[in-house]
Nanobody
Framework: QVQVVESGGDLVQPGGSLTLSCTASGLTLEGQTMGWFRQAPGKQREGVGCIYLSGGTTYYADSVKGRFTISQDNAKNTLYLQMDSLKPEDTAMYYC???????????????WGQGTQVTVSS
């Protein structure tokens, strides 16, 4: 049974930093792509970034490029999303997902976590 679980969401001030974590079990990670998505109230789910686990290649949405970084810890089977210089518009539910291609669209990801809330506010 595949299980994807995110954690680390919190309330943070503008300009602050936060790191989200994601663990995926029941998957063969070789050849897998993992992605981060977010959805704000009343808006469509949008891609934040993704990583091809076998080679470490990453891709980011323009809105977060230079501020967010995806990394992986193979020993812990964990994916991270380091978020710096956070803005109020980054406020959303953040989701981790597993897919098979390095394309940042929800349709390419078949396994999803339940989400973790990030709120950027003073």
């Amino acid at each position: 049974q595949v299980q994807v679980v995110e954690s680390g969401g919190d309330l943070v001030q503008p300009g602050g930093s936060l790191t989200l974590s994601c663990t995926a079990s029941g998957l063969t990670l070789e050849g897998q792509t993992m992605g981060w998505f977010r959805q704000a109230p009343g808006k469509q789910r949008e891609g934040v970034g993704c990583i091809y686990l076998s080679g470490g290649t990453t891709y980011y949405a323009d809105s977060v490029k230079g501020r967010f970084t995806i990394s992986q810890d193979n020993a812990k089977n964990t994916l991270y999303l380091q978020m710096d210089s956070l803005k109020p518009e980054d406020t959303a539910m953040y989701y981790c997902a597993a897919g098979v291609v390095l394309l940042l669209h929800p349709r390419y990801f078949g396994y999803w976590g339940q989400g973790t809330q990030v709120t950027v506010s003073s």
